[in-house]
């Protein structure tokens, strides 16, 4: 993701960023959006220019339409009428033309067919392909299921749960999981401790910064839970400075809200 030091950005510079524009455009883009969502956290100050940059992309993104007064519209519409009177009349085409014209027409149509065809099966590779596709593991309400991420770290998946990565890791894909119910995670520690390279666990409302970790993480009607039991995890919350818990430390997320458990 982006190194950029957006943090000295002007509205009218975060508005001309291709990530930036980016999130604006296509809010449903997770990993994006998560990327702006911890910006965001980060610098609190920065909330008025954003805001800002967001309104200039989408006012630049739909440029108004002149309006045309009935004496211009009348205009046209007698251009048009004067040029249909104009034209010649259409005359029949012989018989071998209008067989090269049928012949032309359905050759064209298979070839669209094909491209269509074609675009369709390059879409699903993309999407589903040995190198760009996306894990997606759910349990039952009576099944607990021990699962290995691609940086050797582990998670247990409990009952009712859902769990979404990419099959594989690298420089350019973020280690993150999207995590919708309860798991246990063991998260092989990395000497890169940098942003970009923390191991990140997004819930609805939270995400969960690890470097070399175990912890616990239960969804529930009331709010999230995260229980730390060794290293060290941030949270992340919107609109809110990040929290740090220690070795033994649990905590409670509900409406963007967190309070300590016993």
Same mark, same amino acid.
């Given at each position: ?7 000295? &950005?002007?509205? #009218? #510079? ?7 524009? *980016? ?7 997770? #990993?994006? $959006? ?9 610098? @609190? ?20 339409? @002149?309006?045309l007064s009935s004496d211009e519209i009348?205009?046209?519409?007698? *251009?048009? +009428?004067? %040029? ?14 209008? !067989?090269?014209? =049928?012949?032309? &027409? ?5 070839? $669209? ?17 040995? /190198? ?8 039952? !309400? ?9 940086? /050797? ?7 009712? %749960?859902?769990?979404? &990565?990419?099959? *594989?890791? /690298?420089?350019?894909?973020? +280690? !993150?999981?999207?995590?919708? =119910? ?7 520690? +990395?000497?890169?401790? %940098? %942003?970009?390279?923390?191991? *990140? ?7 969960? #910064?690890?470097?070399?970790t175990t912890f616990q993480v239960r969804?529930?009607?009331? =709010? ?16 809110? /400075? ?13 409406? =963007? ?6």
């Amino acid at each position: 993701m982006s190194q950029k030091s957006y943090s000295v &950005y002007s509205a #009218e #510079e975060l508005a001309l960023d291709d990530l930036f524009v *980016r999130w604006v455009k296509y809010p449903n883009d997770e #990993e994006v $959006a998560s990327y702006w969502q911890i910006w965001l956290v980060n610098h @609190p100050h920065q909330e008025e220019t954003v805001e800002i940059a967001c309104e200039l992309v989408r006012t630049g993104s739909h440029p108004a339409l @002149p309006n045309l007064s009935s004496d211009e519209i009348s205009t046209v519409w007698g *251009r048009i +009428r004067e %040029s249909l009177q104009t034209m010649e009349d259409v005359r029949p085409l012989q018989a071998d033309v209008r !067989a090269v014209v =049928g012949w032309w &027409y359905f050759i064209r149509t298979v070839l $669209a067919t094909l491209g269509v065809v074609l675009l369709i099966g390059w879409a699903l590779w993309m999407q589903y392909g040995p /190198n760009q596709s996306v894990w997606s593991i759910s349990t039952y !309400a009576d099944q607990t299921r021990q699962i290995r991420l691609p940086d /050797n770290s582990s998670m247990t998946l409990y009952p009712n %749960s859902t769990v979404r &990565y990419a099959r *594989r890791w /690298n420089d350019e894909t973020p +280690r !993150a999981v999207w995590l919708k =119910g309860g798991a246990d995670f063991s998260i092989t520690h +990395r000497n890169d401790t %940098s %942003s970009a390279r923390l191991f *990140r666990v997004h819930t609805a409302g939270l995400t969960i #910064e690890a470097v070399g970790t175990t912890f616990q993480v239960r969804q529930r009607l009331k =709010g999230t839970c995260v229980a730390l039991t060794s290293g060290q995890v941030n949270l992340l919350l919107k609109h809110q /400075n990040p929290i740090h818990l220690k070795p033994g430390d649990s905590i409670e997320v509900a409406t =963007g809200s967190a309070k300590s458990l016993p």
